[in-house]
């Protein structure tokens, strides 16, 4: 089983424990995740003390990487992967002749990965990390296509002046949609539905 390098640093102040895993690791917040514990020691006088796991975001990279090959070798899927670090995630981009597979229908095989992969990373360090699955960058396309419907949509609501709604969306391609047509003029949105079903209605505006 792949394990994702930690340290664990003890104390009985949180702040103090955690700069001394910064100083000892010679690295800044930006540059690690980290999760404080508390717990109750025992005897006859029984005092509190912090655990601090701290993991370079540099070794949840790497996890990532062998994690995503390891997977994929069984599936018996060719991959090079793409990283970028950002504050608040992980990217990776799976580049691959067999995308289709990795993707599966809607994406749904791709986000069964990420959410195995963010799972895996949580329970070994006790801090959720923001990672985020795509293949030969379709999301990228995905989302790019999701604004081009809303536009064009929206411009056939004003031509019409009768509103229109879309088929079901999950909540960030909706939010994709509400800020996409944020500014367009004769139109305003709305969601509705209850989920998995809610989806965008696009009204005219009345002048």
């Known amino acids: ?101 990795l993707i599966g229908k809607n994406g749904r095989t791709m986000k069964s990965l990420q959410d195995l992969l963010r799972q895996s990373i949580q329970t070994q360090i006790g801090t959720r990390v923001n990672v985020i699955l795509d293949s030969n960058d379709y999301k990228e396309k995905q989302q790019k296509n999701i604004e081009r419907l809303a536009v064009k949509l929206a411009k056939d609501v004003v031509k019409t002046g009768i509103e229109v709604k879309m088929d079901k969306m999950n909540s960030f391609e909706r939010r994709l949609v509400h800020t996409r047509l944020a500014d367009f003029k004769g139109v305003t949105t709305i969601s509705e539905g209850e989920e998995p079903n809610r989806c965008v209605v696009i009204k005219p505006v009345e002048k």
């Not at 701290?54 to 990279?61: A, G, R, T």
């Not at 996890?63 to 670090?85: C, D, F, P, S, W």
């Not at 990776?92 to 597979?101: E, G, K, P």
Request: aromatic residues 8%; glycine residues 4%; without cysteine.
């Open 1 to 101: 089983m792949l394990k994702l390098k930690s340290h664990k640093f003890e104390g009985k102040n949180s702040e103090e424990v955690l700069n001394k895993a910064l100083n000892d690791l010679n690295a800044s917040k930006e540059e690690v995740y980290y999760n404080v514990t508390e717990e109750q020691s025992g005897g006859l006088f029984k005092s509190k003390k912090y655990v601090v796991t701290v993991v370079l975001k540099e070794d949840v990279v790497e996890y990532i990487k062998a994690y995503l090959k390891e997977i994929t070798e069984l599936m018996g899927i060719n991959v090079e992967l793409e990283t970028q670090k950002r504050e608040k995630y992980i990217k990776v981009n799976m580049l691959s002749d067999n995308s289709a597979i």
